[in-house]
DNA sequence: CGCATTGTTGATCTATGTCAAGGACCGTGG
DNA sequence: CCACGGTCCTTGACATAGATCAACAATGCG
């Protein structure tokens, strides 16, 4: 269980970077993307390898090229709650501060710019380019974090899912067809949406085939869903969902 | 139901502000202060008055001077839920963004500094050391939601409210004793409580006999806790409790 | 072809939401 | 001084959503 697998890519990776132009690094101006990535290393995970957080951890910051980790925290009883998922573009570890309470997992393999810490506080105060867009993406997490506590705190596992099903069309594979109907392609398995939603793979299993019945969804694979009714879907929420 | 009162103090108000020193503003140069507090509007409100978000909204930004507020959403069925609790020296309403999802409300009385949000926008653009301020703020407001969710999705609601308890002594009145244990003044009403911990006023009342009853606790009025067994408050948490 | 992982289904039990009633406390007005 | 209404808190009875445990099916991999 090593550290992790630097690849051969270069420094200069902005180039071939697909998310240069999301989230933070699509805030920055060239120049000053530029100078953030003179100071970082590319590095790739596999699937499920712990990238920051936990025992003995650099407390890195990272910007994700690719990929898609969750932040997450365990209890000694094995419970485990997923409180945040990171997509590319998003940056991971330096809302970590001193204290490592957070767990950060590769879900997928993904691909990270690595930053010190010391480099990027210190970039950040010379750079207020990256400042602002920092403070930009910050207001974004803070948001989608305030709506996963209301999704747990307001609604009922049913709801959960047909919220959580809603949302994932912004950053799964979403593919829309003429009739109004589209297919999901889910890339948490059953344990992950359980611990994002905080309930178990088994009550996941059940509502998916509940909301099957109900004409809401059908499920095409264990891993691909039609939904069929999204007025249906979203009945109930009382919730802005984003596209 | 009037928008609100503004009270009879100048604007130059910054030498009474209590929290001068605290959250945003402590960590504010004097000069970029004073620009700052130059455009702002200092305001009062009675407890339970709405601050800003829901329907006609001006979207103003918010420096809490004194007092709670809390940030919270309905349901159409009427159920709420807290999803985070301001204290001063803390800002509201620059996570908002175009979309009002939430509806900030006071919970104790309250003064705040009322900014508008293009001022603000551009103060932020100008002032490199508000924006750094800010970011280090919002940084620590994803800290406490993430908390927040890590609450209510991974602990029972006895838990929840032990992990209250013992927060609530960073931001309440909070009187320690020499032998360890200590007195607890509680601002929020059970309902408070109950929404933030997503649960009933009656779950958090019966929880509260029950912690009494284990000797964790003692009632000395509704609103007045002693905590007398703080590590046994703290058990099976799994959490880091600053403080 | 095992073997491991992931997903599904069934049976059971309990924590807690809901509804209903009543108590404690406070301010107001007679 | 008391009666009144309001808010907040507490207690009891009851129903049920969903966690847990256990077994098994489906899938993928060496």
Not at 213 to 229: H, K, M, N, V
Request: aromatic share 4%.
């Amino acid at each position: 269980m090593t550290a992790h697998l630097a690849t051969s890519e270069t420094e200069a990776g902005c180039t071939t970077c697909k998310s240069r132009k999301n989230g933070l690094c699509g805030r920055l101006s060239d120049q000053v993307r530029e100078r953030v990535a003179a100071r970082a290393q590319i590095v790739s995970y596999p699937a499920n390898r712990r990238i920051c957080g936990g025992e003995g951890d650099s407390s890195d910051v990272v910007i994700l090229r690719s990929g898609y980790v969750r932040t997450q925290h365990h209890t000694l009883s094995g419970r485990r709650q997923i409180m945040a998922i990171a997509r590319p573009g998003q940056t991971v570890g330096q809302e970590n501060e001193e204290r490592n309470e957070h767990e950060i997992e590769a879900i997928t393999p993904v691909s990270v710019c690595r930053l010190e810490r010391l480099e990027f506080e210190q970039l950040l105060s010379r750079e207020p380019g990256l400042c602002r867009a920092l403070c930009n993406q910050m207001v974004t997490r803070l948001d989608e974090t305030r709506r996963l506590t209301w999704i747990l705190g307001a609604l009922e596992s049913n709801q959960r899912l047909r919220a959580f099903l809603l949302l994932s069309r912004n950053w799964m594979d979403w593919a829309p067809q003429p009739d109004g109907t589209g297919v999901l392609t889910m890339i948490l398995p059953r344990r992950d949406i359980a611990d994002l939603l905080a309930t178990t793979p088994e009550t996941i299993s059940r509502l998916l085939r509940q909301l099957h019945a109900q004409g809401l969804i059908e499920i095409l694979s264990p891993r691909q869903f039609r939904l069929c009714d999204i007025p249906g879907l979203a009945d109930g929420l009382d919730m802005v969902i984003p596209l």
